[in-house]
């Protein structure tokens, strides 16, 4: 039986449900009996069934008598604990599934190896590793959690053709942001907001553009807004404060008062700082994060080396002075234009990656 074919199906079945199921990973599962799919499916919405259930679930009552003698392809180990639903393990060996095949073992530390091991104790032929690296990929907001404590790292920003992030502003400049990019790639950029759990900004990028960090140009959810704001210069005026979107400020002040929707964190304002953020990030249960902070915000990541991604655009404008783009050097693994603008995807590749 061709273990990959039937693995890449899962990869595709996976990638449908990789939003809605964090901060748990979206698995794809297909039953084969005899070459014939009999069921597939992907996660549900967190807090609902695993990709194991729905795939089960789907097969078709005239097909269900066939289930023992199927082969199960799952892109993550199987659970073998009580979450939110029952142990998918205990399914899958009450369904009478002989063989199953995994493409890569889970690293949450209520499963790691052990669904692989109750599988096997219950007599189960089992395969394990099968296109491990893309099963990986897939999930590696949620390797990157559970292995590196901390949440996946994506950098965004947006230079001009030499290289800077903003021109330089009159003192009495209005509160809006001096747009670097055409209309495409900010859709583009509120797409990858949805994607994600958390969306962080220093405190000079709200109080320059006093921005919303929301999805309004793409459908989907908003991600959880992280602001960082030492000395309490934010006020309720920004937009940032509005309620609107749960929305955690990391500051240095004490005695801060929560508020629905807004969440105070005291952390040190160190040369620890980038990663005092993500541990209150990783606190938060928030697996991934896009960093759309200033030159400062963005440098710190780069230098502490905590960062997974880098996307930049770089559009169709000269400033001639103005604040530096940061600097960073990673692996390019994706160069295209949107428009005018040039879009390149750098991937960290170093030892702070999940693989």
């Given amino acids: 039986m061709d273990h990959q074919l039937y693995m890449q199906r899962c990869l595709e079945l996976a990638q449908h ?5 964090m901060p748990n990973p979206s698995v794809g599962a297909v ?5 014939r799919i009999i069921g597939e499916s992907y996660t549900s919405a967190y807090g609902g069934p695993h990709g194991e259930v729905n795939c089960i679930s789907s097969v078709a009552e005239q097909d269900r008598h066939l289930i023992p003698e199927a082969t199960l392809y799952v892109s993550l180990e199987p659970c073998s604990h009580y979450g939110k639903t029952p142990p998918c393990c205990d399914l899958i060996i009450n369904q009478g599934i002989k063989n199953i095949v995994i493409g890569t073992a889970d690293p949450h530390e209520k499963v790691a190896g052990n669904g692989i091991k109750k599988l096997r104790e219950a007599g189960r032929n089992v395969v394990v590793g099968v296109l491990e690296q893309e099963c990986r990929e897939m999930n590696r907001r949620f390797f990157t959690y559970h292995e590196k404590k901390r949440p996946y790292s994506i950098l965004k920003w947006a230079e001009s053709k030499d290289k800077f992030i903003a021109p330089l502003r009159q003192p009495d400049a209005e509160k809006k942001p001096v747009w670097v990019t055409y209309p495409y ?5 509120h797409k990858w907001r949805s994607e994600e759990m958390a969306i962080l900004a220093g405190t000079k990028t709200v109080l320059d553009d006093n921005p919303n960090l929301d999805v309004r140009d793409w459908s989907g959810p908003n991600p959880v807004r992280v602001v960082l704001d030492r000395q309490g210069s934010i006020t309720p005026a920004y937009s940032v404060k509005n309620l609107k979107i749960k929305t955690i400020i990391l500051t240095e002040q004490e005695n801060c008062t929560n508020l629905e929707n807004l969440i105070f964190e005291k952390i040190a304002f160190d040369e620890h ?5 993500m541990e209150v990030l990783y606190k938060h249960n928030l697996i991934s994060v896009i960093i759309e902070g200033g030159r400062q915000t963005l440098q710190a990541f780069i230098d502490a080396g905590l960062w997974d991604e880098a996307r930049i655009f770089t559009g169709d404008v000269s ?12 692996d390019a693994t994706v160069k295209k234009y949107i428009g005018a603008d040039e879009l390149v995807i750098l991937r960290n590749y170093d030892q702070y990656n999940y693989i």
């Fill in 17 to 21: 449900g990789l939003r809605d199921a």
């Fill in 31 to 35: 039953l084969i009996h005899n070459g």
């Fill in 185 to 189: 790639s900010r859709q583009l950029v």
């Fill in 273 to 277: 700082l980038p990663r005092n953020c």
């Fill in 319 to 330: 400033f001639r002075e103005g604040t530096p783009a940061p600097f960073i050097k990673g």
